[in-house]
């Protein structure tokens, strides 16, 4: 009965792979997130959609392409991967854009060798 | 967009003593404020939040304080506890929803 649950938990690959994370939340929340968070620990916002709207991209290569097929879902897929790329990335949701606390899944450790 | 700090970067205190976490936003229309606690190798946590209309607000041993005035926003913790031992993050969000972290606090509690 995970809120929101992200595969894989750990993924270590080649550079220059394509790779995907999948995400879903059974909260019934409209508004979920992908953020990056770097080895400094530093949580960054990548995406935002709202009811398969993306509504925040924020400057990330457009190597990184998000897909939301409903709203309780937010797959990320990264194509031609690259050692900077190494991060934990956090998937969340929230019930509306703002003012709401976001529930964040277990996170994905991406690990490019 | 919105820019949020937040000092120090670590923090330690000795078990018993309080701790104290001071962040600075610089969007003047953002109007919510929550902190997260992260352990190591988990998921940040939601610990407490407060909004624009309100100048504080506790829960058992936390609490958290705004200065909409003055743009910035503390996070208090009384008695800490070697439980209390991980990484904690402000943000703030913006009238886009957009919710910016600050860059986070590791504190250790030492007993």
């Known amino acids: 009965d995970t809120a929101v649950s992200q595969t894989p938990k750990y993924l270590v690959t080649q550079m220059g792979n394509d790779k995907s994370i999948k995400c879903e939340q059974n909260l019934g929340h409209d508004t979920m997130y992908w953020y990056k968070q770097d080895s400094k620990k530093f949580l960054k916002i990548m995406f935002s959609y709202n009811n398969k709207e993306l509504i925040i991209n924020e400057t990330v290569p457009n190597r990184f392409s998000p897909k939301s097929p409903d709203k309780a879902h937010l797959n990320l897929h990264i194509n031609s991967l690259e050692l900077g790329d190494s991060a934990v990335y956090f998937c969340?949701?929230?019930?509306?854009?703002?003012?709401?606390?976001?529930?964040f899944g277990q996170g994905t450790r991406l690990t490019v060798v | 967009g919105e820019n949020v700090e937040q000092h120090p970067s670590t923090l330690s205190v000795q078990e018993g003593d309080s701790a104290v976490i001071k962040c600075t936003y610089s969007?003047?229309?953002?109007?919510?404020f929550p902190w997260y606690k992260q352990e190591l190798g988990k998921r940040p946590q939601l610990i407490i939040d407060?909004?624009?209309?309100?100048g504080e607000k506790k829960d058992q041993r936390i609490a958290v304080t705004l200065n909409k005035t003055a743009k910035h926003f503390s996070l208090h913790i009384t008695e800490t506890q070697p439980e209390d031992s991980a990484v904690y993050f402000c943000a703030a969000t913006d009238s886009w929803g957009k919710l910016q972290f600050g860059a986070g606090t590791q504190v250790v509690v030492t007993p």
């Open positions: 969340a949701s929230s019930q509306g854009r703002t003012n709401t606390e976001a529930f």
């Open positions: 969007d003047s229309a953002s109007n919510y």
């Open positions: 407060i909004r624009s209309n309100v």
